[in-house]
């Protein structure tokens, strides 16, 4: 056996000893109460139907892009849905990505350098993390949401910072103390860099437009696989930081270019929500009636992410196959995705869920807790 071939065989049977190894799965039949689907678009027949239209009226937006943008790839499409992204966020340049994941490699790697810090939020998302890694940047944390340790952090640098954030944290199910954290980086001139992965669609167009903050942040990326039942992300800068990122974004300058229909769908998709905020008006009821019902959780009101936290592995998994028996689609979260000790069930709230499987899912899980 390969030296490598033996090292993986280890790590997954350690893994599997320890109740914690991944499987791929078929998608389930259920009623969902875990996929980031928060306001139903992927699943919203109308919605469908308008671009299965603009496929039929324009079948090459299908095609493959055949390249990077830097070669074959770039489209007026892209660029004008581009522009449309920068005006609906009130920011001077938008870039489109293939993913959030994608973006946020960018972002993180290209910008800082070897003389920066960037200093992340405990909880900030893993491709952050991954791309800090192949910055030279050097990387610091502070505790999840905690103003005071982030402000000792930025009291002990000297050079240039940047503090990264999220504005709606997707396994805690709480929001940042945002304009505290922007007041933060302005008064120790520091950048402040937002996900806004699971609060667009949520909080209109995400906290940053909300509270008006474009002129504090350094730059936002926006991902359009949750609320907007699609793909693909836009990071929202200036046009100085957009332009050194096509020039020295490897993520960005090596990656195949989407094809138009994802860019298509990203626009009629923003298009959509603003004659349909009705969806977000039945999420934020179904929200209410989760919170109503008393279980203890570390998120917060008007967040669709409800995490219950079970520290017991075996409690845990107990519960979730209980509620896949009854026909519940749910998510445990184990170590190391989040901490040891805070496991959890990760429950996501959707516009489509009713009242009945609410209150049906919240009687089960107090029966275990």
């Known amino acids: 056996m390969h030296n490598g071939t033996l090292y993986c065989q280890q790590s997954l049977d350690k893994r599997k000893k320890e109740g914690r190894l991944r499987r791929l799965q078929p998608k389930s039949e259920g009623i969902d109460f875990y996929s980031n689907d928060y306001l139903g678009l992927a699943r919203n027949v109308e919605f469908q139907q308008i671009l299965l239209k603009n496929v039929n009226d324009q079948p090459e937006l299908l095609s493959g892009s055949t390249g990077s943008r830097?070669?074959?790839?770039?489209?007026?499409?892209?660029?004008?849905?581009?522009?449309?992204?920068?005006?609906?966020?009130?920011?001077?340049?938008?870039?489109?990505?293939?993913?959030?994941?994608?973006?946020?490699?960018?972002?993180?790697?290209?910008?800082?350098?070897?003389?920066?810090?960037?200093?992340?939020?405990?909880?900030?998302?893993?491709?952050?993390?991954?791309?800090?890694?192949?910055?030279?940047?050097?990387?610091?944390?502070?505790?999840?949401?905690?103003?005071?340790?982030?402000?000792?952090?930025?009291q002990r640098q000297n050079g240039p910072c940047y503090i990264a954030i999220e504005s709606l944290y997707s396994m805690e199910g709480d929001f940042a103390p945002i304009l505290e954290i922007a007041e933060l980086a302005s008064q120790y001139g520091a950048?402040?860099?937002?996900?806004?992965?699971?609060?667009?669609?949520?909080?209109?167009?995400?906290?940053?437009?909300?509270?008006?903050?474009?002129?504090?942040?350094?730059?936002?990326?926006?991902?359009?696989?949750?609320?907007?039942?699609?793909?693909?992300?836009?990071?929202?800068?200036?046009?100085?930081?957009?332009?050194?990122?096509?020039?020295?974004?490897?993520?960005?300058?090596?990656?195949?270019?989407?094809?138009?229909?994802?860019?298509?769908?990203?626009?009629?998709?923003?298009?959509?929500?603003?004659?349909?905020?009705?969806?977000?008006?039945?999420?934020q009821e179904n929200i209410r009636i989760f919170r109503n019902q008393g279980l203890c959780s570390p998120s917060v009101d008007g967040s669709p992410v409800q995490a219950i936290i079970i520290p017991d592995n075996l409690k845990l998994k107990t519960l979730q196959n209980t509620l896949t028996d009854e026909g519940f689609l749910t998510y445990a979260v184990y170590s190391p995705t989040v901490k040891q000790g805070s496991e959890r069930l990760r429950i996501c709230l959707h516009s489509f869920n009713t009242e009945e499987e609410i209150l049906k899912l919240t009687g089960i899980i107090k029966e275990f807790i």
């Open 70 to 154: 830097l070669i074959s790839g770039n489209s007026s499409l892209v660029l004008k849905t581009e522009e449309f992204v920068a005006e609906k966020h009130q920011f001077p340049a938008a870039l489109l990505f293939p993913s959030g994941y994608n973006a946020n490699l960018a972002l993180f790697s290209a910008i800082p350098n070897r003389h920066d810090t960037i200093i992340v939020d405990e909880q900030i998302h893993r491709s952050v993390h991954d791309a800090c890694r192949m910055s030279n940047a050097k990387k610091l944390k502070f505790r999840h949401n905690d103003l005071q340790d982030l402000e000792k952090v930025l």
């Open 191 to 283: 950048d402040l860099i937002v996900d806004e992965a699971h609060s667009f669609g949520i909080l209109g167009y995400g906290m940053i437009e909300k509270y008006q903050l474009q002129d504090k942040v350094f730059a936002a990326v926006v991902t359009y696989g949750k609320a907007l039942g699609t793909h693909g992300a836009a990071i929202l800068c200036n046009e100085s930081v957009k332009e050194y990122l096509v020039n020295f974004a490897s993520p960005f300058i090596y990656t195949t270019s989407a094809q138009d229909f994802q860019w298509m769908s990203i626009k009629t998709g923003y298009e959509f929500l603003e004659t349909h905020q009705d969806l977000n008006i039945r999420l």
